[in-house]
T-cell receptor
Framework: DGGITQSPKYLFRKEGQNVTLSCEQNLNHDAMYWYRQDPGQGLRLIYY???????QKGDIAEGYSVSREKKESFPLTVTSAQKNPTAFYLC?????????????FGSGTRLTVV | DQQVKQNSPSLSVQEGRISILNCDYTNSMFDYFLWYKKYPAEGPTFLISISSIKDKNEDGRFTVFLNKSAKHLSLHIVPSQPGDSAVYFCAAARTTSGTYKYIFGTGTRLKVLA
């Protein structure tokens, strides 16, 4: 079955640590995205990539970094510079061009700072 | 600047009645709109879409209406069922710009009462 897999589902981070969230897709989609969901704030775009080895900042990129070395993979690193990292993180993918179905989302990773 | 707004954070409806979820947008260049449904601790799943060349799209119990002059779209669910209880996000994009991204609203939490 084609889909998009995020791991881990739950992640705990100590203050000052970097953590990396995994996102893998086997849909052959060119574009991949990272969103953050906070209560009452909807989905906010962190980073996106439309081609391997290229990515763009979204609306709230500060304190985050990404890489896109393979088409299938788009890991997100939450660095110690991110002041309020506790949130639900969603990865998504889509083909380039118009898709009637928009994005396909993963099941998310809940990150908690302890 | 919130380009896509869902002004009702929550809505409660009796089972069997109609649920109406609303979404407003400010960018008149948006030409494609989506609704997603999201359960807690899961990723959003695509529900229904509409192009700006239409004013209505129907899929089973779900109908989306688009009023371009008012920059308003709505999702009607008839009849509402307890399993429809979830957070609903609307999203909009300007697909004619080549590379594009969807802008998401803040979500409306629907509770269908049995």
């Amino acid at each position: 079955d084609g889909g998009i897999t995020q791991s881990p589902k739950y992640l705990f981070r100590k203050e000052g640590q970097n953590v990396t969230l995994s996102c893998e897709q086997n849909l052959n989609h060119d574009a991949m995205y990272w969103y953050r969901q906070d209560p009452g704030q909807g989905l906010r775009l962190i980073y996106y990539s439309q081609i391997v080895n290229d990515f763009q900042k979204g609306d709230i990129a500060e304190g985050y970094s990404v890489s896109r070395e393979k088409k299938e993979s788009f890991p997100l690193t939450v660095t110690s510079a991110q002041k309020n990292p506790t949130a639900f993180y969603l990865c998504a993918s889509s083909p380039l061009g118009v898709s009637n179905y928009g994005y396909t989302f993963g099941s998310g990773t809940r990150l908690t700072v302890v | 600047d919130q380009q896509v707004k869902q002004n009702s954070p929550s809505l409660s409806v009796q089972e069997g009645r109609i649920s109406i979820l609303n979404c407003d947008y400010t960018n008149s260049m948006f030409d494609y709109f989506l609704w997603y449904k999201k359960y807690p601790a899961e990723g959003p799943t695509f529900l229904i879409s509409i192009s700006s060349i239409k004013d209505k799209n129907e899929d089973g119990r779900f109908t989306v209406f688009l009023n371009k002059s008012a920059k308003h779209l709505s999702l009607h669910i008839v009849p509402s069922q307890p399993g429809d209880s979830a957070v609903y996000f609307c999203a909009a994009a300007r697909t004619t710009s080549g590379t594009y991204k969807y802008i998401f609203g803040t979500g409306t939490r629907l509770k269908v009462l049995a």
